[in-house]
């Protein structure tokens, strides 16, 4: 038996409007390996590997954050871009980033990739990942960054009581707890992407006369491998 997340479509509306970083994402792993996720928002904390474990946690606030990671770099405030949700919600959040003189890459969809971008920031020139959204696409983000390494925190985030009720039919009791990336994928977990629009991680969907063209990333955290395929795929 095995524990199955998937999206079909993460970035329906990056798909609409042809912007970057539309993905279909599935991770599987062992049975009671991934947290049943209710559909409620998570908040969202990540960055790529390399530093010491809680170099960043979620008691810090927004520019605390980013000056530790800064101190944890060498670097600048300056030098450190954050990847945000382009969402009225995150409006206090980011006037607090701005004071810090960090730069900032909005996205308006697609929070999975933009976690996933955190663990190849020498590529994506993203160093953390922070704010709310889907606890589901969390929990997929977590399954990434458990293949190509980094550190994730998530806590879910409850509007009303019968979003806590969907959490309780889940199995969680807990409403406050911090989910660490090894408490949301506990076990070895498969990861594959495909791209649907080009993004950083992966192309989009190409179409040529008589096939289509599409790129996967498919990944392992048991064995850190990290496989690029490319598939060409009749259309007729």
Do not use: W
């Not at 609409?16 to 792993?29: F, Q, R, S, Y």
Request: net charge negative; charged share 20%.
């Amino acid at each position: 038996a095995v524990d199955i997340a998937l999206d079909p479509l993460e970035g329906t509306t990056l798909t609409a409007k042809d912007m970057p970083n539309a993905l279909t994402v599935i991770a599987m792993g062992p049975r009671g390996s991934m947290l049943h996720a209710p559909d409620v928002y998570m908040d969202k904390l990540a960055i790529g590997p390399g530093f010491r474990t809680g170099v960043v946690t979620m008691d810090m606030s927004p520019s605390e954050r980013v000056s530790a990671l800064a101190a944890a770099k060498g670097c600048s405030t300056s030098d450190i871009t954050v990847c945000v949700l382009d969402r009225d919600r995150h409006a206090d959040m980011l006037a607090e980033l701005r004071s810090t003189g960090c730069a900032i890459r909005l996205i308006t969809d697609g929070d999975v990739a933009g976690v996933i971008h955190c663990a190849e920031a020498q590529k994506t020139g993203i160093d953390m990942y922070m704010g709310s959204g889907g606890a589901p696409e969390g929990v997929l983000a977590a399954a990434a960054l458990k293949c190509m390494g980094g550190q994730m925190f998530g806590k879910l985030l409850f509007r009303n009581d019968d979003e806590k009720g969907r959490a309780e039919k889940a199995g969680i009791t807990n409403f406050n707890r911090v989910y660490t990336r090894d408490d949301l994928v506990t076990g070895d977990v498969i990861f594959a992407a495909t791209g649907v629009t080009d993004g950083s991680v992966v192309a989009g969907i190409k179409r040529e006369v008589g096939y289509l063209t599409t790129e996967t990333i498919l990944m392992r955290s048991k064995t850190g491998s990290v496989r690029h395929m490319t598939y060409r795929n009749p259309t007729s």
